[in-house]
């Protein structure tokens, strides 16, 4: 059993003020039903805190199995959490289906394949002005107009072009940009991209993450970017924070964490990136697959695969402590009374 | 490294459907694979990409039609046109000769078979001599090869994960030694550290066996690390064909271009990049002339109308170029861009 008892680290961009949104502690133990295993859980989250403030792009990266998806649904408040709180602008979130939609309406979510996010039998129009007539009460005249201007904003111009088409009209990153207007309809203050780009053709992916860029310069959004692409995380995030077996490993300035990692998680996951810069054949330290979550290691999660682990590693989990400036990452190299002589490199 | 060719294709054209319906997916593709070479074939969905290497193979279903060209095969006796060939020879030579590594190993394995009746198929069908023992132990062995133990020869495929799947299909194409491995996306929907371990596997056994690969792919970075040879294709036809390095660091055509900056670097500064405006057209509305001149930043008046052919580029330092590109601006008399005229040596 892992022990989480270590101060809490909140990780994410700093920004002074309150965070647009903000998790503390937030964990996901799902129930596995059935089977041999029936009764126990499937530690996807835990203990996740996370601040998101305005104006902020925060890369979460990892490997399929890592948690990375289930953290952006706990954000929606699409599955509720174990244990942990949300807070939007400071304040707790409530339950009552009249808080519900209010943080609907200020959280949204892009789902990755907007292949099958929109609804074949609807137009573009209809997909637009359905979040305003429900969170905005709006009619008539006026829905249209805003409709336009939403496609504006996401550099869908002109926008009478796009109104009446429907998404088999459009390409994937039409409809992937129709996908975020949707999300802008409600004037969120955060945005929560799940792979967004993924499922694009390569040459327009950047068009797309440009977007969500600029979403954050004009808008003050607060955006959450999940992605297993760590080049891209690099390209478009303030914070990267690494996940691994549902814990953040490691989080930090986005080019500092992917130039200098402090994790050797991190360090395996970006010697395994593709990179046409490489001189030298790619020497993986860390081999295999991601544990089960059902019965994950006990300490450090990654000590199995770790080249590095130490005898601490196997019995406790390593406290979430400062790399450099405000680069943290929970691993017992970095505590100066258990690290070996040297320091990582 | 690289020897006699293996596989040569000559102005491959594939349609899908026929008559009014019907669109041209590969135009007048020419490649050559030569032994122990890695050609990367990349390019977005629908450029044409795996419906090239499934022309190749012959293992084109319908709507698609072979309409032209030609395809040789270097075969241990002798060559063999593979469009002319008859279905006794195909099934002689696929998986012999030339083996197919398909994109999704969760679908191409069959559920309800063990491994080692599947690894063991090729076997019983190519290498009647062998008994059920030696098929056995060759089964193994090649599970050993990538890296698996033998303790799997009796799992279903549902029991393995999707790296070890994706094992086990290479393991199933080197079965019987070929000469020519085929690769459509086989680490695509792998993580990037099971993607890496598999890929450096292939590579060590590449050089081990002397097999060629042609692999396609969506991810440029990816393949410039591995391949040797590159072809870009964009909307069914070949627009650049070079080396990998030069390709990299000196492109010549301006998809390549466009394509190399739509990936963020891990290093260095970070600049804001573009990718390429617009989206890939759809095979039923192609543009005339050169297909990329819509998104092209240096089109000029003739590209919308005179289809550029594959040809080898005057170099800014006139050695001989050895790469080829389909564009209107390396045809001479053009000023040529500075993105587009760079030389590898000056760049390292």
């Known amino acids: 059993m892992t022990s989480t008892d270590t101060a809490r680290v909140v990780h994410g961009p700093k920004r002074p003020g309150t965070p647009a949104l903000e998790a503390r502690g937030l964990t996901k133990h799902f129930p596995v039903h059935g089977g041999l295993r029936r009764g126990r859980v499937v530690r996807a989250v835990e203990d996740v805190s996370l601040a998101l403030p305005e104006g902020t792009v925060t890369a979460v990266v990892g490997e399929s199995g890592s948690g990375k998806s289930t953290l952006s649904r706990l954000l929606t408040r699409l599955i509720a959490p174990t244990a942990g709180e949300l807070l939007l602008?400071?304040?707790?979130?409530?339950?009552?289906?009249?808080?519900?939609?209010?943080?609907?309406?200020?959280?949204?979510?892009?789902?990755?394949?907007?292949?099958?996010?929109?609804?074949?039998?609807?137009s573009i129009r209809y997909h637009l002005q359905r979040p305003l007539k429900l969170h905005h009460g709006l009619r008539g005249s006026e829905l249209d107009a805003r409709a336009a201007e939403l496609l504006e904003r996401v550099s869908l111009t002109p926008a009478e072009r796009y109104l009446d088409k429907f998404p088999h009209e459009l390409s994937g990153g039409q409809r992937q940009r129709v996908a975020i207007a949707r999300g802008l309809a409600v004037q969120p203050r955060v945005l929560l991209a799940d792979e967004p780009v993924s499922m694009l053709d390569v040459s327009i992916r950047l068009g797309v993450l440009n977007l969500l860029d600029e979403l954050r310069e004009r808008e003050r959004l607060a955006i959450l970017y999940v992605t297993h692409d760590i080049a891209s995380a690099r390209y478009l995030a303030d914070t990267v924070v690494v996940m691994y077996a549902g814990q953040i490993v490691e989080s930090g300035p986005a080019v500092q964490v992917t130039d200098e990692p402090a994790h050797p998680y991190t360090r395996l996951l970006l010697s395994a990136a593709p990179d046409p810069q490489r001189r030298e054949p790619v020497l993986l330290r860390g081999r295999g697959a991601p544990p089960s979550l059902i019965d994950p290691p006990s300490g450090c999660r990654f000590h199995p695969r770790c080249p590095l682990a130490m005898p601490v590693c196997a019995e406790t989990a390593p406290p979430v402590r400062p790399a450099a400036g405000d680069q943290v990452a929970a691993c017992w190299l970095l505590d100066p009374e258990r690290a070996p002589g040297t320091t990582p490199a | 490294m690289t020897g006699e060719p293996v596989l040569e294709v000559r102005d491959l054209c594939v349609d899908y459907g026929v008559g009014k319906g019907g669109v041209r997916a590969v135009t007048d593709a020419t490649l050559t694979l030569r032994r122990g070479e890695v050609l990367g074939l990349a390019g977005e969905s629908g450029s044409g990409k795996s419906t090239l290497a499934y022309a190749v193979t012959r293992l084109l279903r319908a709507p698609g039609v072979i309409t032209g060209g030609e395809v040789r095969f270097h075969g241990p006796d002798g060559v063999l046109d593979l469009l002319e060939a008859d279905a006794a020879t195909l099934r002689r030579i696929r998986w012999d000769q030339i083996s197919v590594v398909f994109q999704s190993a969760m679908h191409a394995l069959n559920p309800v078979a063990r491994i080692d009746a599947q690894l063991t198929d090729a076997l019983r069908a190519h290498r009647a001599q062998l008994g059920p023992a030696e098929r056995r132990e060759r089964a193994?062995?090649?599970?050993?090869?990538?890296?698996?133990?033998?303790?799997r020869l009796r799992s279903y495929p549902h029991e393995l994960s999707g790296g070890m799947r994706q094992r086990v299909m290479i393991a199933m194409a080197l079965a019987l030694e070929p000469r020519v491995v085929i690769m459509d996306e086989p680490t695509t929907a792998l993580d990037v550290v099971t993607q890496r371990e598999i890929l450096d596997e292939l590579m060590q056994l590449k050089d081990r066996l002397g097999f060629?690969?042609?692999?396609?792919?969506?991810?440029?970075?990816?393949?410039?690390?591995?391949?040797?040879?590159?072809?870009?294709?964009?909307?069914?036809?070949?627009?650049?064909?070079?080396?990998?390095?030069?390709?990299?660091?000196?492109?010549?055509?301006?998809?390549?271009?466009?394509?190399?900056?739509?990936?963020?670097?891990?290093?260095?500064?970070?600049?804001?990049?573009?990718?390429?405006?617009?989206?890939?057209?759809?095979?039923?509305?192609?543009?005339?002339g050169c297909a990329f001149h819509p998104r092209c930043p240096f089109a000029l008046e003739r590209c919308a109308h005179d289809v550029p052919r594959l040809t080898e580029p005057a170099e800014p330092d006139g050695a001989p170029a050895d790469r080829s590109a389909a564009c209107w601006l390396h045809t001479g008399g053009e000023q040529v861009p500075e993105p587009l005229a760079r030389v590898l040596g000056s760049t390292l």
């Open chain 1, 89 to 122: 602008d400071g304040e707790p979130v409530g339950d009552s289906a009249r808080a519900r939609r209010g943080y609907a309406g200020q959280v949204h979510l892009v789902l990755q394949d907007p292949f099958s996010s929109l609804n074949a039998v609807h």
């Open chain 2, 140 to 151: 193994v062995e090649l599970l050993r090869l990538v890296g698996i133990g033998e303790e």
């Open chain 2, 212 to 288: 060629a690969i042609v692999f396609i792919t969506h991810d440029l970075s990816l393949l410039i690390e591995l391949a040797d040879t590159i072809a870009i294709m964009y909307a069914g036809r070949i627009v650049e064909l070079a080396d990998a390095q030069r390709l990299f660091h000196s492109p010549r055509h301006p998809y390549t271009l466009g394509l190399l900056n739509s990936f963020p670097a891990l290093h260095g500064e970070r600049v804001r990049m573009e990718g390429i405006p617009g989206a890939p057209p759809a095979l039923t509305a192609l543009p005339a």
